[in-house]
């Protein structure tokens, strides 16, 4: 398996797969191909289906700059992989090359026949299974496992991710204005923050600034802002919202919530590498379920669980979104996916919790659910894998062509008080 390090990207909204890859693939055709007088690329599948939307042309463009791209869209042929594209080369000399891609999620990227993304192999275990055997055999914490094998400097690398996560989160409690495209969402972060209800108990407040800080993320990622794949931009908000809020609930030092990410990153890592984190193969199981799964482990981590807890928690949080589809309004990474990122968040903490009394008699590992994901997302209708033309996508969309509207909500009178 890879480092953490490339599980944990930093860059630009709002989808990792949509966005940060097809950039990285276009930095990479600019760096081998620089006699090149232009490009013509061709998007496949979800690529094409949802690629205005979730901005893929325009971080094409920029990425291939000041070589000049044409960008095409083909919404029939089909792939082996849904996030496929093709450039086509007209070098300066006259000749002609092409260079298939593909972004297998996360934001990493696949060139040509390449089995793996070209980045080193840092662990030699393949599955959670061989991990806890590792473990068990040296008297580790999962902890000491990432330092093993990464070095005690991945945690300068996750200082800068968790720096990057609570910055998304103040820009997006600050943020006002309507959400970019079509749709026309306003931003509700800072609407979550505004106040709390007094006649609400802890866990009700609890739960509503999980919201502000997993919106104010999802929000920034929709706006094509800086946020950290956790582990795709799609499902960004969940991690940082629940190591925001328990991180200072609990009043733990910086160090400890960074090992909770490296604790995190290590139930990311075994999902991306037996499985997907892209919507567009295996559904938003496979993108929220993920990140769910990470912030379970994460949050299992801060209340002292043991390997047994938190590979619980993970699996407790994996087997409750499965069958999760994707399916986003218009190609825009906003309705339905800002609010599952908020209530992934809630989740992954019930997961948490619950795996404080379910560990010991648990009875499905979490190897076993993260092979029942990519299975499900595998049988899954292809309409609801990230293309925009099932599910929610389809059914907003007519109800809104039929002039329909929401019935107008009752107000409730509660005593509030200034979440200040």
Known sequence: MKSIRYLYRIGNGPSSSHTIGPSRISKYAVKNFPNADHFDVTLFGSFALTGRGHMTDRAIVSS???????????????????????????????????????????????IGNEKSAPEPEVYKEKNFAQIRKVCEKNNWTLVDYVVNREGEEIFDYLGEVYDAMMDSIERGLKATGELPGRLHVKRRAKDFLKSLYVDESEVGNSFRLMYAYAFAVSEENASGGIVVTAPTCGSCGVLPSVMKYYGEKYKKPRKTILEALAVAGIIGNVIKYNASLAGAEAGCQAEIGSACSMAAAAYAYLKKEDIDGIECAAEVAMEHSLGLTCDPVGGYVIIPCIERNAIAAIRAVAAGRLAEYAHASNAVSFDTVVETMYKTGKDLNKRYRETAKGGLAESFIRAMKKGSKKPARPKHKKRIIDAK
């Open 64 to 110: 291939c700059a000041p070589i000049p791209a044409n960008i095409f869209f083909d919404y029939k042929t089909k792939t082996e992989h849904p996030n496929t594209v093709k450039f086509d080369i007209y070098n300066k000399d006259g000749t002609h090359k092409i260079l298939w891609a593909t972004s297998p999620g996360g934001g990493s990227i696949r």
